[in-house]
């Protein structure tokens, strides 16, 4: 079955550095990936969605990639901010159209 | 963009004692609505899917005589938990799918802010 990996570690960078999230998939593209910030106690906020035939997507400060033949997603942060420290998930929408979520990697922008 | 609250944000109670967490979508209509629930450092689960107007869908594995759902009207979905105990103790947040005329895929979902429940 299909699976959305994240790395499960923390990710510690220092402020106006580029941070680089990882989001690998296991077995089919899904039609496309979407990524989602959640902070302490807070529900998730929809960033970004790239489609399976995007190679990349930029809003501001954020670029997403879709890699099918790597089964990947990177996304990136571009000058980071200690405000920009949360976790950081993603999610494909599965056969029975419901959202699935990777377990989101924390992200530590440090000033 | 899509506004979706949840009441409470916070809620401690007695073990045995049932809770009622409610979720409204503020300036739109939502047919749908999903239930999650979230441990500490661990991912999102959905729990159900609320329609409104008919039964809940469940997933595997989440008792629907223990998590009550009820989608009364397009902007409001209650899940009750029922003599709840330790174990129930999580974050559950619900969502709404991205409805018609918002930019963007159907899928995209807005999340409410959550409600964090403590059973002692």
């Known amino acids: 079955s299909q699976k959305i990996e994240q790395n499960s570690e923390a990710l510690n960078i220092q402020e106006g550095k580029t941070a680089t999230l990882t989001c690998n998939y296991t077995n089919y593209s899904p039609a496309y990936l979407q990524w989602y910030r959640q902070d302490p106690g807070r529900g998730p906020v929809f960033l970004l969605l790239i489609r399976e035939n995007e190679k990349e997507k930029r809003k501001e400060r954020l670029k997403v990639t879709f890699d099918t033949t790597l089964k990947q997603s990177l996304f990136h942060i571009t000058a980071s901010q200690p405000a920009d420290s949360a976790t950081y998930l993603c999610a494909y929408v599965n056969a029975g159209n419901m959202l699935t979520f990777g377990g989101g990697t924390r992200l530590m922008v440090k000033p | 963009g899509a506004v979706v609250s949840q009441h409470p944000s916070w809620v401690i109670c007695k073990s045995g004692t049932s809770v009622k967490i409610e979720c409204r979508s503020l300036?739109?209509?939502?047919?749908?609505m999903f239930w999650y629930r979230q441990f500490p450092k661990q991912s999102l689960m959905l729990m159900a899917t609320?329609?409104?107007?008919?039964?809940?869908?469940?997933e595997q594995g989440v008792e629907k005589d223990k998590f009550l759902i009820n989608h009364a009207s397009l902007t409001l979905s209650t899940l009750t938990v029922t003599s709840a105990h330790p174990e129930d103790s999580s974050f559950y947040i619900c969502s709404a799918r991205n409805p018609p005329g918002l930019a963007g895929v159907r899928e995209t979902q807005y999340f409410g802010p959550g409600t964090r429940l403590l059973v002692l």
């Open positions: 609320s329609n409104e107007g008919s039964k809940a869908t469940y």
């Open positions: 300036d739109f209509q939502a047919t749908t």
